[in-house]
């Protein structure tokens, strides 16, 4: 989709020589790392910090140095995707599954550019899906705690069984409505045992690029 082409491509010109730069992971933040691989090969240094087994197997076939976050007290920057962006810029992300390595990985970074097409920007998160990343080990006693709640959990599956993180995680996608206080609903969730992590990524972006038709404009707060 070319509105995810501009986003991706115009975030690769916030990277300069020399950052450790944190790699996304989804269909958008593709784009950005193609361009990187383009400008690698054309002389551009940087190391990066991949998010998911799929970001690092394109970021290597492209000629780009994967360095993991153990390595590195900090990332420069983060260029990642999200499914959903609020006017304050809070998001929810995980739609790939990958929200655990994304998080972590945004958390250690000075700066974080999300790359989305228009249709992810909404007044209120809710719409999309909510991926609560869980262990498998009595998972089904969380989805009871969240069925009770209303949220209408769905185990995620793929292949007809259950999707697996890269940490080896089960993802449960819950459906809230319109979260009025996604801090409140993070710090639930996260109370609850067997939760590893939620897809709330909450003021964590200090800037998004969102693609449009012919072009792609920089948002910041
Ligand atoms: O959070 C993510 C993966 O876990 C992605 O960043 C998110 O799903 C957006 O993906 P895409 O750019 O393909 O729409």
Redesign the pocket.
């Known amino acids: 989709m070319i509105q995810?082409k501009l986003a991706g491509e115009k975030a690769a010109e916030f990277v300069e020589d020399g950052m450790i730069v944190g790699l996304?992971?989804?269909?958008?933040?593709y784009y950005t790392i193609q361009k990187l691989g383009e400008l690698v090969k054309n002389g551009l240094h940087i190391k990066g910090v991949s998010t998911?087994s799929r970001t690092s197997s394109l970021a290597a076939s492209l000629g780009i140095q994967l360095v993991s976050l153990n390595e590195v007290e900090k990332i420069d920057l983060t260029i990642?995707?999200?499914?959903e962006v609020d006017r304050n810029f809070n998001g929810i992300?995980?739609?790939?599954?990958?929200?655990l390595f994304?998080k972590m990985v945004a958390k250690a970074s000075a700066k974080n550019i999300w790359?989305?097409d228009q249709s992810?920007r909404v007044n209120a998160l809710g719409s999309f899906p909510l991926p609560v990343e869980v262990i498998p080990f009595g998972y089904t006693h969380v989805n009871k705690a969240l069925q009770e709640r209303g949220f209408k959990p769905v185990l995620r599956t793929e292949n007809g069984e259950p999707f697996q993180t890269d940490s080896h995680h089960y993802i449960l996608d819950i459906h809230t409505g319109s979260i009025d206080d996604p801090h409140a609903l993070h710090q639930w969730l996260k109370s609850l045992t067997g939760v590893v992590e939620t897809?709330l990524f909450i003021d964590i972006a200090d800037a998004v690029i969102v693609g449009e038709k012919q072009t792609a404009s920089i948002v910041t707060k």
């Open positions: 995810k996304g992971s989804g269909s958008t933040v998911s990642d995707g999200a499914d992300k995980g739609g790939g599954g990958a929200l994304e790359v989305v992810k897809g």
